[in-house]
């Protein structure tokens, strides 16, 4: 059985996700899909249920860019009193810079 295209598009799209909201459990998820990949493709039941697997993880992190657009956006807003603080509050200026612990 062959790897079809999309799904090989779509696991390129959430190393490219991963990379733009710096998550590594998302980038070692994807790198392990594409090592285990060729093995599975003899078993159709694998490699269906590691093609959902990849779509799902893909849905995850197009969610998690959308969040961090999000709370970017929010952030640039309250930076330039657009909206009251709320993020921003007590001088607190919003960076957040952690692998693995996300505020958005």
Do not use: W
């Not at 249920?49 to 992190?61: D, E, F, K, P, S």
């Amino acid at each position: 059985m062959m790897a079809h295209p999309v799904i090989i598009f779509v696991g390129i799209l959430t190393v490219v996700f991963s990379i733009f909201v710096i998550d590594a459990r998302i980038f070692l998820a994807q790198m392990v899909f594409s090592l285990i990949f060729p093995f599975v493709t003899n078993s159709p039941v694998l490699f269906n249920l590691l093609n959902v697997l990849q779509v799902l993880l893909a849905v995850y992190a197009l969610y998690r860019c959308k969040k961090a657009v999000d709370y970017d956006y929010q952030l640039v807003l309250e930076k330039t009193h657009k909206i009251p603080q709320n993020m921003t509050k007590g001088g607190y200026l919003g960076g957040e810079f952690s692998l693995f612990k996300k505020t958005y």
